[in-house]
């Protein structure tokens, strides 16, 4: 048994952003691989292999307990904090370049997706996601508005007019009106869902409840099939632009399945990546 560190300081409900939601999943589905997992703020999802600790005693475990340990970062964590000479870089978004540089030689940096990082050596996947699909359903009624919209990373400063254009309905206050169980609701009662993360996990929540993604921001160097091919989580229900929407629309019924295969798919990534760390341990 592996003592994996999930290192992550803050709690889920502090900050519910995708990167929080996939350090609390991570340590979930370890600890339910029989792997021990250590982290210093409360776990979203207890489990009996889930210890609560601190960063002081981390930093001052024992030797024996320091070789056998490998501690998880998401990427915007620069430096070691903890001191554990095994330690990997989950690259939940591009990297930073100048926290990267504080990466140390023997890091091993392993990528959610296809995220930017300047390691030659990055192509190793770690992919955990919790879909939510007791949640996110489509709810097969009339649809009451047409557009709405969450603002994320992207967002350019005309942004703001075309939504207001649009009519779009604002879901940026999701987390203080019901979180998961809000969005759903609220992405059963419109048609499209509108965003200039091209990056973003909300599409495929809102691909589950029947909402078709448009991607307002397409890079003009990147075809609708090429982005799919770096993106795909976002294969299906998403038009990358407002050219693409005859895709998003004749392929939105394929998401719930679809999203059920990147699942088996995910849960195989965790197995070679505990793997990876069983041989490199020896």
């Avoid at 693409?244 to 990147?262: F, G, K, M, N, S």
Wanted: proline residues 4%; aromatic residues 14%; charged residues 25%.
């Amino acid at each position: 048994m592996i003592n994996f560190i999930v290192y992550i300081d803050v709690g889920f409900n502090q900050a519910l952003t995708g990167g929080v939601v996939a350090m609390h999943q991570l340590a979930k589905v370890l600890a339910e691989k029989e792997q021990k997992v250590s982290m210093i703020v409360r776990p979203e999802y207890p489990h009996r292999n889930i210890y609560q600790t601190t960063l002081s005693e981390i930093q001052s475990s024992s030797d024996e307990f320091k070789r056998n340990a490998v501690v998880i970062y998401p990427q915007i964590v620069p430096n070691n904090p903890t001191n554990i000479p095994n330690v990997v870089r989950w690259a939940l978004y591009n990297t930073d370049n100048e926290i990267e540089k504080t990466y140390g030689e023997n890091d091993v940096i392993f990528n959610f997706g296809n995220f930017r990082t300047n390691r030659a050596d990055s192509e190793k996947r770690l992919t955990v996601f919790n879909y939510y699909f007791n949640i996110f359903q489509n709810k097969n009624q009339k649809r009451k508005r047409k557009f709405c919209h969450l603002l994320h990373k992207h967002t350019p400063n005309f942004g703001l007019e075309i939504l207001k254009e649009l009519n779009s309905e604002d879901l940026g206050f999701w987390k203080s009106l019901g979180c998961q169980d809000y969005l759903s609701e609220k992405f059963n009662d419109h048609e499209y869902f509108l965003t200039y993360d091209q990056k973003s996990f909300f599409p495929l929540s809102a691909g589950l409840c029947g909402t078709k993604t448009i991607i307002l921001n397409p890079d003009k160097n990147l075809t609708p099939m090429e982005y799919r091919l770096q993106n795909p989580i976002q294969m299906f229900g998403v038009a990358y632009g407002w050219e693409d929407l005859v895709w998003a629309e004749q392929t939105i019924h394929l998401v719930p399945d679809y999203l059920r295969e990147l699942e088996k798919l995910d849960k195989k990534t965790v197995d070679s990546f505990i793997s990876f760390w069983y041989d490199k341990l020896k």
